[in-house]
């Protein structure tokens, strides 16, 4: 398994010189969204329809992305997105902005349905088929979907790149694609505490260079 | 990012198995280290998500919208319980919300699942409808009309449906063929609330179609001498129909003038109805 010549999705993107540049204001924006999140999400919870419409515009792109990461799975990632977002709505009430942003919270939700789904029932042995071809011939995340007008994964997809191949590759099993900490292991032909201080190590840069450390 | 937990990075990444993930919920919930540094990258796993953006297709949106019109909220003042538990139950959520399997008596959606590819769930519900309604519309807008039919049907339980006039699986059928079609319409509107004993309740109508339907569900019986009326709404109430629960679900077809009204009410009357409201209204609903 270790020969497979292995791609994660973001390195089939264009250079970054194809993105717009729009760093500088990137944590000054994302802490106006944050702030936008959590009135909408405090009219959700009082059970108005049209504010979670615009929470979906607001969120929907990076759940449907993530979920899609994790299942490579067009018609399965519609359903777990759509049942991402009831379980939101339902849950809204119990959202409590003290605790976390919006979009923590989503996200949350989203990769933990994504992960549930693609580690339940025989589907696992089905994704690691799939996994093998796509390695060969990299498919998973159809490019042409995030090179949009948004470029908020930019700044992300640059701190992925910086990470040590080795650290990359471990959160890219194990977040992107859903993989528990012992698949990972098992891929990588590595001890169990090699990935889980490689996801660490890693864990521990993204949050230094996404400026969200606290 | 000092003494948490060494299971705590594999556990925000979704890396650990659910036993394990279970265990260490527990130590987060008397942990306040831990709790925090699971809250802060909570953050950065949000922002890794960015990375992997995607449009979803147009018609997940309206079929997220149609599935939330019907589905009741989680109350705190009801679940004390949860505030406390609230970190656990953010990674620990149903598998899924999706509503009852379609029961026994209902028509089987197997063949639909296997020529749609899908999975079982809210789609099979809307496929299986489908293949007896077929709708004359393009491909995109078909697609989107299922998914939103699906939706609703699956939300409000297909297997409780009650029928109104005569209790036949024709009636039945016809009823969710018309709904299926509401749900079709280009110009579908939902609105729902909920009824003050606690039922939910929701109005789907579309102009170009002439439907109004209003679907109420876990409505509490009554005695034998008392109905539910709806009344529609846009000054003066106007009766829109008696109606007693059946099952989980209870359909109701409204007259013509809640395709324009503002707003429907429900009130409990006596056996044969009013002409007037004689009781407050234990449910009311912007149209």
């Known amino acids: 398994m270790t020969t497979l010549v292995w791609t994660p999705p973001w390195f089939a993107l264009p250079s970054p010189a194809a993105f717009t540049v729009r760093g500088t204001v990137d944590t000054m924006r994302s802490q106006t969204q944050t702030a936008e999140l959590v009135e909408l999400l405090a009219r959700v919870a009082g059970g108005d329809q049209t504010a979670f419409a615009g929470f979906y515009d607001a969120t929907s792109r990076t759940v449907f992305g993530i979920v899609l990461s994790v299942l490579r799975d067009r018609a399965q990632a519609e359903e777990v997105t759509q049942e991402v977002y009831v379980d939101a709505w339902k849950s809204a009430p119990r959202f409590n902005p003290s605790q976390g942003s919006p979009s923590a919270w989503l996200n949350t939700i989203a990769h933990r349905k994504a992960v549930d789904r693609v580690r339940s029932s025989e589907r696992s042995i089905q994704r690691d088929q799939r996994h093998f071809d796509s390695a060969v011939e990299p498919v998973a995340t159809d490019t042409s979907d995030i090179v949009v007008a948004h470029d908020e994964g930019r700044r992300v997809r640059d701190a992925l790149q910086k990470l040590p191949e080795r650290q990359r590759t471990a959160v890219q099993l194990a977040y992107f694609e859903g993989r528990s900490h012992r698949e990972v292991a098992e891929f990588l032909e590595v001890p169990l505490g090699t990935v889980k201080t490689r996801i660490r190590d890693a864990m521990k840069r993204l949050r230094t260079q996404l400026g969200e450390a606290s | ?287």
């Open chain 2, 1 to 287: 990012m000092n003494d948490a937990h060494p299971q705590a990075d594999a556990y925000v990444v979704g890396a650990l198995s659910s036993d394990e993930a279970q265990d260490f919920e527990a130590h987060l919930a008397e942990c306040l280290n831990c709790t925090k540094e699971v809250a802060d990258m909570r953050d950065v796993t949000a922002r890794l998500s960015e990375a992997v953006a995607a449009d979803p297709p147009i018609a997940l949106r309206a079929s997220v919208l149609a599935s939330i019109a019907v589905t009741v909220q989680d109350r705190l003042e009801s679940e004390p319980k949860q505030a406390q538990t609230r970190l656990a139950e953010v990674t620990e959520l149903p598998a899924t919300q999706t509503p009852p399997t379609i029961s026994t008596d209902q028509p089987e959606g197997d063949r639909a699942n296997h020529s749609s590819g899908r999975h079982a769930g809210p789609a099979a519900a809307g496929d299986e409808q489908t293949n007896v309604v077929p709708l004359q519309r393009s491909r995109a807008s078909r697609v989107s009309a299922l998914l939103a039919a699906a939706a609703v049907l699956a939300a409000i339980g297909f297997g409780g449906w009650a029928i109104q006039s005569r209790n036949s699986a024709d009636q039945a059928l016809a009823q969710t063929q018309q709904l299926t079609q509401v749900l079709g319409a280009s110009d579908v509107q939902t609105s729902s609330g909920t009824f003050s004993d606690g039922g939910a309740g929701t109005v789907v109508r579309s102009r170009s179609q002439g439907t109004a339907l209003f679907i109420a569900s876990n409505l509490p019986d009554l005695p034998a001498d008392k109905v539910y009326e709806a009344w529609t709404v846009s000054g003066q109430p106007v009766p829109a129909g008696t109606f007693t629960p059946e099952g989980s679900n209870t359909t109701v077809r409204l007259p013509d003038a809640a395709l324009d009204a503002k707003s429907l009410a429900v009130t409990i009357e006596p056996g044969g109805g009013s002409q007037q409201p004689t009781t407050e209204p234990i449910f009311t609903v912007n149209l």
